[in-house]
């Protein structure tokens, strides 16, 4: 079984910065792309950001140049930096794993539980 466990959340002022950790742990084979997803009360799930293995990166239009993904390959951990944050980034962050586990041929989607940010003055 894999886990994957968010942490990092917590209320912060415009302007202000946070750093989302995420860390996937269990019978892992491999992984894939790491991501992070973002839902705002009233709003559908959105991809933030993704890194793949090597390292290249993807974001959201919304996030270019404020917020960075990041991972660390031999903890299975993925990171946010996020900086500049505006309201509008208020919402519940989902780490997305794309993983093998151990005993299966193949890949497979696994999510933490969430973790919330609340930019608020």
């Known amino acids: 079984q894999v886990q994957v466990v968010e942490s990092g959340g917590g209320l912060v002022q415009p302007g202000g910065s946070l750093r989302l950790s995420c860390a996937a742990s269990g019978s892992i084979l491999a992984i894939a792309a790491m991501n992070w997803y973002r839902q705002a009360p009233g709003k559908e799930r959105e991809l933030v950001a993704t890194?793949?293995?090597?390292?290249?990166?993807f974001y959201a239009d919304s996030v270019k140049g404020r917020l960075t993904i990041s991972r660390e390959n031999a903890k299975n951990t993925v990171y946010l930096q996020m900086n500049s944050l505006r309201p509008e980034d208020t919402a519940v962050y989902y780490c997305n794993v794309r993983a093998v586990p151990r005993g299966a041929t193949n890949y497979r989607d696994y999510w933490g539980q969430g973790t919330q940010v609340t930019v608020s003055s």
């Open positions: 890194v793949s293995t090597g390292g290249s990166t």
